[in-house]
T-cell receptor, first 116, second 111 residues
Framework: EAQVTQNPRYLITVTGKKLTVTCSQN?????MSWYRQDPGLGLRQIYY???????DKGDVPEGYKVSRKEKRNFPLILESPSPNQTSLYFC???????????????FGPGTRLTVT | GQSLEQPSEVTAVEGAIVQINCTYQ??????LSWYQQHDGGAPTFLSY????GLEETGRFSSFLSRSDSYGYLLLQELQMKDSASYFC????????????FGTGTRLLVSP
């Protein structure tokens, strides 16, 4: 089954304690992206990756890091989480223009993060 | 920059037809996409308009007019399960990797 998985699904942590949210896709997609979703603000892009070792900032990258060492994995790293990073996080993947339904993004189930 | 505006909430009854609008301020984008998101769930892809005009997929249709900077999602024969949030989204031609979402419309379907 084609899917994007994220772990953990729920996480409560304290300010300053480093954490990693994992994301993995099994569709051989080149493009992967992280979003955060906050009430009234919709989905905002944090970081994206066009392929292995190619990453760049989205609209709200402050306080986050990513890496893309393998095509299937795209972890999101919060080195020193703060309460304003409390949010619902989604990982997504898609192919690139010229490849099938490139315009369709597949989203993971989401990770609800609370930073106290 | 790019911005996409949607009504915050729309209500309708089962069996009715509802239209969710998306107006945008952006130049040079690939096309307009629509996603559905149920409470507590992940966004799921509904439709994509690469060109101006109407695209139909079952009970759902989507429309794009680049000259009017406007698009809409049309839901027919509404069912209770259609109660969800709906987002329009565009990818810029100058930066394919950047996907910008609209503010989202919450659809409430009542019996």
């Amino acid at each position: 089954e084609a899917q994007v998985t994220q772990n953990p699904r729920y996480l409560i942590t304290v300010t300053g304690k480093k954490l990693t949210v994992t994301c993995s896709q099994n569709m051989n997609h080149e493009y992967m992206s992280w979003y955060r979703q906050d009430p009234g603000l919709g989905l905002r892009q944090i970081y994206y990756s066009m392929n292995v070792e190619v990453t760049d900032k989205g609209d709200v990258p402050e306080g986050y890091k990513v890496s893309r060492k393998e095509k299937r994995n795209f972890p999101l790293i919060l080195e020193s989480p703060s309460p304003n990073q409390t949010s619902l996080y989604f990982c997504a993947s898609s192919s690139t223009p010229g490849q099938g339904h490139w315009y369709e993004q597949y989203f993971g189930p989401g990770t609800r993060l609370t930073v106290t | 920059g790019q911005s996409l505006e949607q009504p915050s909430e729309v209500t309708a009854v089962e069996g009715a037809i509802v239209q969710i609008n998306c107006t945008y301020q952006t130049s040079g984008f690939y096309g307009l996409s629509w996603y559905q998101q149920h409470d507590g769930g992940a966004p799921t892809f509904l439709s994509y308009n690469a060109l101006d005009g109407l695209e139909e997929t079952g009970r759902f249709s989507s429309f794009l007019s680049r000259s009017d900077s406007y698009g809409y999602l049309l839901l027919q024969e509404l069912q209770m399960k259609d109660s969800a949030s709906y987002f329009c989204a565009v990818r810029s031609r100058t930066g394919f990797q950047k996907l910008v979402f609209g503010t989202g419309t919450r659809l409430l379907v009542s019996p």
